[in-house]
Nanobody
Framework: QVHLVESGGGLVQAGGSLRLSCAAS????????MAWFRQAPGKERDFVAA????????YYADSVKDRFTVSRDNIKNTVTLQMNSLKPEDTAVYYC????????????????????WGQGTQVTVLT
């Protein structure tokens, strides 16, 4: 089991950048696929990006492709979401998630694939 804590959210002007970090506790971090989701007020929690166990594959929502980059450090037990060219529609609470589902590569966009979640960090992009 891992415990996740996000940081790095805040206010930023449109076109700016933010870097979110997710710190994981637990000795088996490298066994988990990691993902970022976001949830705007009144909306469902949506997939943003994911990265598999050995950093070999990354996945992105179409809305963030070419703007966001997900990475992980299995030594430091961290996963990072670098967000560039931010838009007002990126405003949401961002959640870090971890999972070990054998069907991850098929269902990585689905919240049910992940069994551990952080508390979330607010990102607000101003027009």
């Amino acid at each position: 089991q891992v415990h996740l804590v996000e940081s790095g959210g805040g206010l930023v002007q449109a076109g700016g950048s933010l870097r979110l970090s997710c710190a994981a506790s637990g000795r088996t971090f490298s066994n988990y696929a990691m993902a970022w989701f976001r949830q705007a007020p009144g909306k469902e929690r949506d997939f943003v990006a994911a990265i598999n166990w050995n950093v070999g594959s990354t996945y992105y929502a179409d809305s963030v492709k070419d703007r966001f980059t997900v990475s992980r450090d299995n030594i430091k037990n961290t996963v990072t979401l670098q967000m560039n060219s931010l838009k007002p529609e990126d405003t949401a609470v961002y959640y870090c998630a971890a999972g070990r589902s054998p069907s991850y590569r098929v269902y990585y966009k689905t919240t049910g694939t992940y069994d551990t979640w952080g508390q979330g960090t607010q990102v607000t992009v101003l027009t």
